[in-house]
């Protein structure tokens, strides 16, 4: 039988694991989509701790009107600022195993939009 596609998901989301490291210098932007939500965090994997975070469920983005990409573009957008805020300018895109397409192009664009470099 085939993979179901949580189980595609994962498998992919483990094979790029194997190259992708994230630093203080240069963080590993780790996107997380769900149904309804969608979330951003960026990740010192040298020392296991999670640097600047931000979500579609955080106080002033849940008010937000819009489809979901337009969503998730205000997330890119929110999180780059953060990052900058942070010292952080530039991240390794690692987009969880699903295909850049839809909401994660969207975040990773807004991200791109507000000054983060991939």
Partial sequence: MGLSKT???ERIHKRIRKVSFGTAERPRMSVFRSNKEIYAQLIDDAQGIT???ASSRDKELSKAKGTKSEIA???GKAIAEKALKAGIEKVA???GGNLYHGRVKALAEGAREAGLKF
């Fill in 73 to 75: 573009t205000q997330v």
């Fill in 51 to 53: 640097l600047v975070a």
């Fill in 7 to 9: 189980e595609r998901r």
């Fill in 93 to 95: 895109f690692d987009r």
